[in-house]
Structure formats: C-alpha cells, structure tokens
C-alpha cells in the first residue's frame, strides 16, 4: 500500500528551528497535513497544503512540499519547549482516506 | 462546545467478548472516521464515513465494525477482540469531506485485550 515515512526523533534547542522531514509515495495525494500530539491527547491540526503549492507559512510554522520528490517538511522557527510533542504529517486523495506516517517526537531542550 | 466524545476512555476486556466503542460528536460533521495508534506505525485509518449509510474501508479494517444510523455517531464495533487489537483509538470527524476541512479528533479510547 502507500507509505508515508518520517523519522522518529528530533532534538533541538530552544530558540532554534525545527525542521521535521517527511516523505509519501502517493502521487494521487491531494492535501499534506502536519498535526501535533501532545501527551495523553488527540491530535490537533497545526496546518495543511494543497498539492499543488510549493510553500505554505502561518507564524511560526512553514511547510515546504516538493510534489517532484514527493518531499515534504515542517519548519518551526524560534522553538519553544511548549513545542515539544509528536508531530505527524498525513496526506489523503480524491477518495477520502488517510494515510499517517509513524511521528516524530520533537524534543526541546532549554 | 464543539467536541468530539469516545467511550469508554480505557477498557480492559478478554479474548472473544464482544465490545463497542462510542463516538459522537456534536458539530454536525458528515465526515467520521476511527483510527489505531500503535508505536512505530502512527496512525492507520480503520473505516471512515462520508454521511448517513454511508462507510468504506481504511487500511485496517479486519476484525471491525462500524455502523452510522445517525449522523452524531460512529460506534466501532469489535465482535471477536483479539490481543493484536490491543491499541489506542481514537475517533475524528470533519464537516464535509476530508480533504477540505479540519479533522477534530477525540481525546482516546486505551483498549486491552488480555
């Protein structure tokens, strides 16, 4: 089946960037979506891109999406340690389903 | 307050005997679905529904059910549980189809089937 493939762990320090990678294998994928779960909660959608955008920014967030390379990545500027959590990018198609990839557990250290 | 409700939120239940977990939700959402998380695997959609009567297939729908007889609800049934269904649930919804619209999702149902 399709695959949507991240790595499980990221550091960094507070006041740096983030950058979370994530790659998918579904060329039909219309909408990429990054979500956010903290622990012992749901998940909470921080954003989403059109597949037909390169780049997408709200705040602090940026989302890159290289449809060729069927790249996508999450950067978050000026990393607080209310950041830290598992982050999840996620892609549908024309027929309604979803497909999440594993997580990644951002760690934010002081 | 818009939300999404699952019940029970832990359940700890043996081989065989048949369960159901509660969604609903409150927004009027055509669009719900029922996902596992298991470590390492994210997230993997069980069965989603676009309306009234209306459900497909996720990615792993064996040793599932679901039913959508009115829109607020989204019960997931487990008529045999088996310990490889051991997860943790969680129930979503979006107001129209997926693709457009932000999914809410419910705070988890921790299932264990001993």
């Known amino acids: 089946g399709e695959d949507v493939e991240q790595s499980l762990f990221l550091s960094v320090r507070e006041g740096d960037s983030s950058v979370i990678n994530c790659t998918y294998t579904?060329?039909?994928?219309?909408?990429l979506y990054w979500y956010k779960q903290e622990p012992g909660a749901g998940l909470q959608l921080l954003t989403y891109?059109?597949?037909?955008?390169d780049m997408k920014q709200d705040q602090r967030l940026t989302v890159l999406l290289n449809k060729k390379d069927k790249h996508l990545s999450l950067r978050i500027a000026d990393t607080q340690t209310g950041d830290s959590a598992i982050y999840f990018c996620?892609?549908?198609?024309?027929?309604?389903?979803?497909?999440f990839g594993a997580g990644t557990r951002l760690t934010v250290k002081p | 307050e818009a939300q999404v409700t699952q019940n029970p939120r832990y359940l700890i239940t043996v081989t065989g005997k048949k369960l159901t977990v509660t969604c609903s939700q409150n927004?009027?959402?055509?669009?719900m679905s029922w996902y596992r998380q298991d470590p390492g695997l994210g997230l993997r959609q069980i069965y989603y529904s676009m309306n009234v009567e209306v459900t497909d297939k996720g990615d792993v729908p064996e040793g599932y059910k679901v039913s959508r007889k009115e829109k607020r609800n989204f019960p997931l049934i487990l008529e045999s549980p088996s310990p490889n269904q051991t997860s943790l649930y969680f129930c979503?919804?979006?107001?129209?189809?997926?693709?457009?619209?932000?999914?809410?999702f419910g705070p988890g149902t921790r299932l264990t089937v001993l």
């Open positions: 891109i059109f597949s037909n955008m």
């Open positions: 979503a919804s979006s107001l129209y189809r997926l693709s457009t619209d932000t999914q809410y």
């Open positions: 579904d060329s039909s994928s219309t909408y």
């Open positions: 927004m009027n959402h055509e669009y």
């Open positions: 996620a892609e549908s198609g024309n027929n309604n389903d979803m497909r």
